[in-house]
């Protein structure tokens, strides 16, 4: 099967027809010899989401529909979606109408050209300005410093994958903000694509600004497994070494007076030797970490393995992090 | 393992026993009532010769009785186990090794299945004098377990429960969790339903509780929301913990740094300095447990699944 498409739908009776509706104008415009599926993922809607997609399902053999037993999050839904899919490009996007289908044709191209990871750039959002746009420009701004991938846009549903490099990736709680991230520890080719976006027609947006503290610890995770993910220990002493430099300093301070002066003070002795002792205790949690990590399952690593004529693409479309590509209307 | 049962009963006996051996052949009357196809298993946790004599005596003409005896005493968690793994019911019913509930009871639970996924019962005690002090106790619990995950039960500590299948395929046990079965079930998103049933007389001997117990209990709960609040996410457990431990610790060092640098208060005896570092010291380390936590799941991330399909339609 040549594409898979992967929507996790959660209380949007209203959208799921002209969604469907949409998705198969789409794929009747595209050359797709191998088939492709529609895989609707209800995540435990209480409205009539699951009745509407059922009946759909009937109709359409090529759709396909998931129904979880109760509301788990986004995350959970696609990556659901993903284990599901048997496609061998996978292109997730929201249900709520506000990405375009149509733009599908676009991500299988950047995908054909040899992309593992397309992603979608809402360059024109119909969305809020104050609650919406301005703190998702901070927070883009942000997770590009932190996990050096600089995507414009981490927000956007509308994304494209090769199907071999996203099943290696872990997908947990609400990590489908950072997937571009989290794959970058298998060193994939990242495209970035401008691609349409409407505003909101049924329902109502899912979101708040609550997720504040959220997203910053998720962060903090994101840059120590992709960055570290295969030295925990080297990040741990990283993490150690100012307090190894504060607690030698204070010692050798205070040892140097005791033998000069022949006094100490001890609540500042006291306060070095605390220190030491963190930067014991960071050294062996990255000992630790590295246990973690021999035992665990680092199956993303095995994405990071390129054959031949992927070696081919990857000649074509360079080895830059991210790629911005153009494209016109 | 019989292939054509429904109902399989696992009655793990782990400390407290029924005295007489009578219990038995009560399970399987009430079974047998039933009219359907069963069998009763009981899991032995550790030596019971007394109950093993009784439960040969009864077997020699009940082939649908099974035992299973475990090397050694392992807990509830690994006894009920073993009882799933080795049972091929569609409907598993756990039951306990004394009295709890009226026979009738049990017959409610297994009826109550057939519009739920899992059913439990909840004792609702006849007698008035003893158990005022014993509702005091179970209320203050369940209030503890609903202020702490937000779901509601009366009695978690009734082993008559009957689930079907897919839970008991779906719902990873060990340690002490066998009491939260329901919890974790109806977190997984199943449909959970308590069936008030009459607690039965013996169940009363079994009423007292040492201290040990009661922190066990409570360990329990701390552990139980760490489990279903926290699993995906122990940073935002431990981080935000020592997050706070570090700040109050780095805001007051930074206090006390100022006052050393413009107003010469020496810090060479302040003892503040000491409980600061520490606090600096201690933030850092939640922290860094937190970190590793993450760790663990991101590297078992693909074997835990995280949502629970219902149906798959096409």
Redesign the interface.
């Known amino acids: 099967m040549d594409l898979s498409i992967v929507v996790p739908l959660y209380n949007e009776e209203d959208s799921v027809r002209p969604l469907h509706a949409a998705i198969t104008e789409a794929l009747a415009g595209l050359s797709l010899p191998g088939g492709a599926e529609i895989l609707f993922v209800d995540d435990?809607s209480r409205d009539g989401t699951f009745a509407v997609?059922?009946q759909l399902?009937r109709q359409d053999?090529r759709?396909?529909?998931?129904?979880?037993?109760?509301n788990?999050g986004q995350?959970?839904?696609m990556?659901?979606g993903i284990d599901?899919a048997r496609g061998k490009y996978i292109v997730t996007m929201d249900g709520d109408l506000q990405n375009d289908p149509a733009d599908i044709g676009q991500f299988l191209s950047k995908l054909d050209d040899g992309y593992d990871i397309v992603v979608g750039w809402r360059h024109e959002r119909q969305d809020r300005l104050i609650s919406r746009k301005i703190p998702s420009r901070i927070a883009n701004w942000l997770i590009g410093k932190v996990t050096g991938v600089p995507i414009k846009d981490n927000g956007c549903s509308l994304k494209g994958f090769r199907a071999s490099v996203i099943k290696n990736v872990?997908?947990?709680?609400e990590m489908h903000r950072f997937i571009p991230a989290m794959a970058s520890i298998a060193g994939p080719r990242i495209a970035e694509i401008k691609v349409r976006h409407h505003a909101r027609r049924y329902g109502r947006s899912k979101y708040g600004l609550s997720r504040v503290?959220?997203v910053l610890?998720?962060l903090?995770?994101i840059r120590?497994?992709s960055g570290f993910?295969a030295r925990?220990l080297a990040w741990?002493a990283l993490?150690a070494l100012p307090?190894f430099l504060l607690s030698s300093s204070i010692l050798t301070w205070q040892i140097v007076a005791m033998l000069v002066g022949g006094k100490t003070?001890?609540?500042?002795a006291?306060?070095g030797v605390?220190?030491g002792?963190?930067c014991f205790?960071?050294l062996f949690?990255g000992a630790?970490?590295e246990l973690?990590?021999r035992?665990?399952?680092?199956?993303i690593m095995k994405a990071s393995l390129l054959t031949a004529e992927e070696r081919r693409y990857r000649a074509r479309t360079g080895t830059e992090p991210v790629r911005d590509v153009e494209f016109s209307r | 393992m019989n292939d054509n049962v429904e109902i399989s009963a696992i009655v793990p006996v782990v400390k407290l026993v029924d005295p007489g051996g009578r219990l038995v052949r009560q399970y399987l009357e009430v079974l047998e009532s039933t009219g359907r196809p069963f069998e009763l298993v009981y899991v032995l946790d550790g030596e019971h010769e007394e109950v093993l004599e009784q439960l040969w005596a009864v077997a020699r003409s009940e082939p649908r009785l099974r035992v299973i005896q475990l090397a050694k005493n392992f807990g509830e968690a690994s006894a009920l186990t073993a009882g799933f793994e080795n049972t091929r019911g569609s409907v598993v019913l756990t039951l306990p090794a004394y009295a709890q509930v009226e026979a009738d009871g049990i017959r409610a639970v297994l009826d109550e299945l057939r519009h739920c996924d899992v059913a439990v019962a909840t004792r609702q005690s006849a007698g008035s004098r003893s158990s005022a002090f014993k509702t005091a106790r179970r209320r203050v619990f369940h209030w503890l377990v609903h202020v702490a995950t937000g779901q509601t039960f009366s009695d978690v500590g009734c082993g008559v429960r009957a689930l079907r299948r897919e839970v008991v395929d779906e719902l990873p046990l060990y340690g002490d969790q066998y009491r939260f079965i329901p919890l974790l079930a109806a977190r997984r998103g199943f449909n959970v339903r308590e069936v008030p049933v009459r607690e039965a007389e013996g169940d009363r001997v079994h009423d007292h509780h040492s201290v040990t117990a009661y922190l066990a209990r409570l360990l329990d709960v701390f552990g139980i929301v760490f489990l279903t609040r926290f699993t995906k996410k122990p940073l935002r457990f431990f981080g935000t913990i020592g997050s706070v431990i570090f700040a109050v610790g780095a805001v007051f060092l930074a206090y006390l740094a100022v006052q050393r640098l413009f107003f010469g208060v020496a810090l060479a005896d302040r003892p503040a300095l000491l409980l600061t570092s520490l606090m600096v010291v201690l933030g850092m380390q939640v922290f860094a447990l937190g970190l590793l936590g993450e760790l663990i799941i991101f590297t078992h991330a693909r074997d835990m699944k995280e949502y629970s399909i219902e149906r798959i339609v096409n």
């Open positions: 435990g997609a059922e399902a053999s759709l396909r529909v998931v129904k979880f037993r109760r788990f995350t959970p839904a990556a659901a599901l872990p997908l947990y709680s503290y959220k610890f998720d903090l995770t120590m497994v993910a925990p741990f993490l307090f003070s001890l609540p500042i006291g306060a605390f220190f002792a963190l205790f960071l949690s630790f970490a973690i990590n035992t665990g399952d680092m199956r």
